[in-house]
């Protein structure tokens, strides 16, 4: 079925518009990701074989056409989203702003069936405020649409630029289609968003356990600890299971965006046979001989029912075994593990305390008795909780999550009998 908007109902002057102008292009687009980030998110593009070109505030700048646009949301995990980068212009006041916006062809890039929202972020430059600064791109696009005989209809309020965007998932009908407009020394670069909700959000965990930890950051903190799903992986406080699930999907090397939509899929230049390829190549990519052995541990049975229903979204179930324990009882050999990877992301409070304290010093002495020839991957809210009677990580990371800095130690465990 040809979705809304498709080829089939598109006139064909509009259609050779499309391919000439859109489809047939080298394009830019950013790879929106925190700093700490950057490093995962352009290995990621070099390995799909983009061609990076610059590092930005916004994250990793590249080029390609429009289907390594598709690839990118398809196979990033550790990215936010992925907009696409519209040629700059000059846009020394208001009038040249709107002058040059009426110009971009927006009736080529723009879905028909979405709500247009406009962000503005204005810094040097003779147009001093952000607000005049969206107004002046919205009357180009209406202006630009309504010569063309199409609507314009704009969101009643889109979330500022430094708000979470996408906190809960919306259903496809609520997304909005994003339109970042950035002026700097009177230079002017609108963006369009290509993902909706942010990469983050896979579309498995429905439900977790409070203060989840991102799947773009689970995703990064395996990839540094150099996990590739070929020895046994403990999750051992897993809360909703999100270690535990993008630990067995990147061991499969299944794709972080395959079971979910993008907006991409909803605009004019939209190509379902390449989308369909990709998807299927997706598919073809998946190691399913790989015997894996994974372990979510958890002393709440509540948590670990939420972790098993995710898994279950995730058509990961099979991959993963759930046990209900305390880290701190559990031995890797009961269970015919070892020389693996364990990864803790603990329950510290926003207020650090002196039971947060205590329970790290529990979580270090037992990884150094019962551990022992293992790798670990440690979060923690300060670095000194990260060491304590000789258990000292190899290297630290610290990195922003949730509004709060934390701290990722990475450590090797000496086998027991060696000092």
Known sequence: MTPAGGPSSRPKALERRIRAHIRSQVHR????????????????LKTMGAQVVEISEAGVEFEGKLELCYRANLWLRTAGRVLCR????????????????????????LPRDLALGVQAYVVRSRLRHTQRAAQAVRDAIRRRLEAMGLEARFAQEAPSADSPLDSAKPAAKEWVQRIFVRIEDNRCVISLDTTGPHLHQRGYRIRHTGAPLRETLAAAILQRAGWDGRRPLVDGMCGSGTLAIEAAWMGRGVAPGRNRGFLFERWPSFQQKTWNYLLKKADEAVDRSLEMHIVGIDRHGEALRTAADNARRAQADGDIRWVKRPFESFRPEDYGLSGGLVVLNPPYGVRLSGGDMEMYRRILHHLAACFGGWDA???????????????????VWKVRHGGLTVHVGFYRLAPHGRP
Not at 31 to 43: D, F
Not at 86 to 109: D, T
Request: proline share 8%.
């Open 377 to 395: 991957a440690v979060i923690a809210p300060v670095r000194e909780f990260l060491s304590e009677s000789g258990v000292r990580p190899d290297r």
């Open 86 to 109: 519209l040629p700059g212009f000059r846009a020394g006041s208001r009038e040249e702003l709107f002058a040059r916006a009426c110009k971009i062809p927006w009736e080529l890039w």
């Open 29 to 44: 687009f950013a790879a929106t990701t925190p700093k700490e980030l950057i490093g995962s998110c352009r290995r990621e």
